[in-house]
């Protein structure tokens, strides 16, 4: 994610957030940042085979489609 965030930067990329620890799982490390259309996207890296704390809840806005 540190690469990635410094490419970003280097490409003159819109970023969010530079690389972070998040609480969806163990180890969870993203960044956020914008395409060219303002679109957002995050790129993470989280490591071993678990996807989410056993306490955290995905809670996703109305809009959200999978």
């Known amino acids: ?22 609480v969806w799982a163990p180890g969870y490390y993203s960044v956020l940042f914008e395409d ?5 996207l995050e790129a993470n890296f989280v490591p071993g085979a678990d996807v989410l704390q056993p306490d955290v809840k995905f809670n ?5 489609s999978t």
């Open 1 to 22: 994610m540190d690469r990635l965030h410094d490419l970003l930067r280097q490409m003159g990329a819109i970023i969010v957030h530079g690389p972070q620890e998040g």
């Open 36 to 40: 060219p259309d303002g679109i957002r």
């Open 60 to 64: 996703p806005a109305e809009d959200y």
